[in-house]
Nanobody, 124 residues
């Protein structure tokens, strides 16, 4: 059974930073592509960033390019999302997800396992 547990969410001011973590247990983390998604109240879940198993290739939504950075430490079975220059519109529940294939996808249904989410709130 694969489990994903996010942490690091909280309250930040506009222009501030937060770092999210996602610890994966249960299977071989290093073989998964991983992604971050977010969902604001009343909105659909949307893609934020993804990273291939090796960490060599990353993929970002346009609205976070230059502000957010996805990374992974396969030795620690941990995925990260460094979020800088936060904006109030970044307020959402952030989810990490694992894809057992080798693709790098922005489609939620391509991911096989999900965490429970962590709340990020950005005040203006």
């Amino acid at each position: 059974q694969v489990q994903l547990v996010e942490s690091g969410g909280g309250l930040a001011q506009a222009g501030g930073s937060l770092r999210l973590s996602c610890v994966v247990s249960g299977r071989t983390f290093s073989s998964y592509a991983m992604g971050w998604f977010r969902q604001a109240p009343g909105k659909e879940r949307e893609f934020v960033a993804a990273i291939k198993w090796s960490g060599s290739t990353t993929y970002y939504a346009d609205f976070v390019k230059g502000r957010f950075a996805i990374s992974r430490d396969n030795a620690k079975n941990t995925l990260y999302l460094q979020m800088n220059s936060l904006k109030p519109e970044d307020t959402a529940v952030y989810y990490c997800a694992a894809d057992v294939s080798f693709r790098l996808s922005r489609t939620p249904t391509d991911y096989d396992y999900w965490g429970q989410g962590t709340q990020v709130t950005v005040s203006s």
